[in-house]
């Protein structure tokens, strides 16, 4: 990662990981879940962001920073340490699958996947 990159990674990393901590200990879905995220959070974005590794890269860190605020609000319930591949990859497959699904949905996914909850989102 070039220099630039990464003081602009630096500089916008614990902005997200703010966000993301709010985000987890927010209530449930049922009362309103005020989503904190990208302008478009959409799937097509996250597929459209394959050309541009810096958009993506941001794209990661936010689902991470997702999975740590997890494990800030619920902490019998941790997650273990997931690579920024791994999201990539949980990422593309859940985006496969849904199309015209959201980012966030599919963080939320990997938190229950990943939690040993597995229960789905309710809405």
């Known amino acids: 990662m070039k220099r630039d990159n990464k003081m602009r990674f630096s ?16 209530p449930s879905a049922a009362t ?7 302008d478009d959070m959409s799937c097509a974005a996250w597929s459209k962001s394959k050309d541009d590794p810096d958009l993506r890269s941001a794209y990661i860190v936010w689902v991470r920073g997702f999975l ?5 609000a619920l902490p019998n319930q941790q997650l273990s340490s997931i690579s920024k591949g791994t999201v ?21 996914r990997m938190s229950d996947e990943l939690s040993g909850r597995n229960q789905p989102i309710k809405k």
Do not use: V
Not at 11 to 26: D, N, Q, R
Not at 68 to 72: A, K, S, V
Not at 89 to 104: A, E, F, V
């Open 11 to 26: 500089k916008l990393f614990p902005l997200m990981l703010a966000c993301s901590i709010g985000l987890a200990s927010a």
């Open 32 to 38: 309103g879940l005020n989503l904190l995220g990208f």
């Open 68 to 72: 740590t605020g997890h494990n800030y």
């Open 88 to 108: 990539e990859m949980k990422l593309n497959q859940y985006c496969s699958r849904n199309p015209t699904g959201q980012i966030s949905d599919a963080a939320m």
